[in-house]
């Protein structure tokens, strides 16, 4: 599973939203799923944040909400963007901060994360 922390304020994540998006869209091998925080390092509140991306063009991602950064703060995240690769065990795998192009995206993942679709 790939995880993508980001922030509504952080320029670099807004950059790459469109790939993030187009991933959800053509992606068929491996799980992707992105939070942001709301009430966390300065992220809006969360009916502030779904006003906010409810105005973008980015219909095809799913944002989940972490209150409060419960699980930002489990996995570590310190900055924005942060990626994260959970294994099938649930355990973490790999950290990765900063943007990852979908092509780095999918380099990442060990062959053994890819669910393999026939």
Same mark, same amino acid.
């Given at each position: 599973?790939?995880? $993508?922390?980001?922030? *509504?304020?952080?320029?670099?994540?807004?950059?790459?939203?469109?790939?993030?998006?187009?991933?959800? +869209?053509?992606? $068929?091998?491996?799980?992707?799923?992105?939070?942001?925080?709301?009430?966390?390092?300065?992220?809006?509140?969360?009916?502030?944040?779904? $006003?906010?991306?409810?105005?973008?063009?980015?219909?095809?991602?799913?944002?989940?909400?972490?209150?409060? &950064?419960?699980? *930002?703060?489990?996995? &570590? +995240?310190?900055?924005?963007?942060? *990626?994260?690769?959970?294994?099938?065990?649930?355990?973490? +795998? $790999?950290?990765?901060?900063?943007?990852?192009?979908?092509?780095?995206?999918?380099?990442?993942?060990?062959?053994?994360?890819?669910?393999?679709?026939?």
């Amino acid at each position: 599973m790939y995880i $993508k922390f980001w922030a *509504s304020w952080c320029s670099i994540c807004l950059a790459g939203l469109d790939e993030i998006n187009t991933l959800y +869209v053509h992606n $068929k091998d491996f799980m992707l799923i992105t939070i942001v925080s709301p009430n966390f390092r300065e992220e809006k509140n969360s009916e502030d944040f779904k $006003k906010w991306f409810s105005g973008l063009e980015y219909k095809n991602m799913t944002v989940l909400l972490d209150e409060d &950064g419960i699980v *930002s703060s489990k996995y &570590g +995240v310190r900055g924005y963007p942060t *990626s994260v690769i959970i294994g099938s065990d649930g355990t973490l +795998v $790999k950290t990765t901060l900063g943007h990852n192009s979908n092509s780095q995206i999918k380099l990442q993942l060990p062959d053994n994360y890819i669910i393999k679709i026939i």
